[in-house]
């Protein structure tokens, strides 16, 4: 039986674990991918396997959360708490996992980690006048 914190090996897509992510530079080295993370929205927090992509991890997120389920899927922000190394604060940041960033990100996260769900506001529909 396998220990409350080690990791399964998950594979994701653009990311080899033991070498290069073929887009920027290199992962931890023999670094296993994280099995199960955990998504808050708000004070609630639920258990979610690995999503393989960035749109799969928002599809789990819709799942494990119905609340976001009437929420335009383009609106649903993942995030992870950093605290930047050499700065005079010790407080953490919230950093915004981009789209082709999600399996580099990933590839650094910890079993059981936290990763923040945000509802981005809904960009206006027009600003000032329009020009044709």
């Known amino acids: 039986m396998s220990s409350p914190h080690s990791s399964a ?3 994701v ?3 080899n674990v033991s070498g290069s992510t073929g887009v920027s530079g290199n992962v931890a080295r023999d670094r296993t ?5 955990t998504y808050r929205l708000g004070s609630e927090m639920v258990y979610v396997t690995l999503g393989e992509t960035y749109e799969q991890a928002v599809d789990f997120a819709v799942e494990a959360f119905p609340a976001l389920r009437d929420v335009d899927r383009d609106l649903i922000c993942l995030e992870v708490s950093v605290v930047t190394r050499g700065s005079s604060s010790s407080e953490p940041k919230t950093v915004r ?4 960033a999600w399996p580099v990100v990933v590839a650094a996260l910890k079993r059981f980690e936290i990763v923040e769900l945000r509802v981005a506001p809904t960009p206006q ?3 000032g006048p329009r020009f044709i």
């Not at 991918?33 to 993370?37: A, C, F, N, S």
């Not at 996992?97 to 082709?100: D, E, L, V």
């Open 33 to 37: 991918l994280p099995d199960i993370l």
């Open 9 to 11: 090996a998950v594979s």
């Open 125 to 127: 529909a027009s600003i």
């Open 97 to 100: 996992i981009g789209k082709r």
């Open 13 to 15: 897509p653009g990311v």
